[in-house]
């Protein structure tokens, strides 16, 4: 998902299940399932979403 005013630079893959914000400006490959942000787009703090998914309780 790309939020509103999004600007992703040419060559860039934006991986499945990927979010980017709004306004971001991505100029790296954004990894799958994975949160970004900012000018430049940057990882948002993935390891609770990773943790949650691997917590077998």
């Not at 998902?1 to 490959?29: E, F, H, K, R, W």
């Not at 948002?44 to 943790?51: D, G, H, I």
Request: glycine share 10%.
């Amino acid at each position: 998902m790309l939020g509103a005013g999004t600007v992703v630079l040419p060559g860039v893959v934006i991986g499945d299940d990927a979010q980017v914000a709004a306004n971001s400006l991505v100029a790296d490959d954004v990894p799958p399932g994975e949160t970004w942000a900012g000018v430049p787009a940057e990882p948002v703090n993935n390891n609770q979403r990773n943790e949650e998914a691997s917590d077998p309780s």
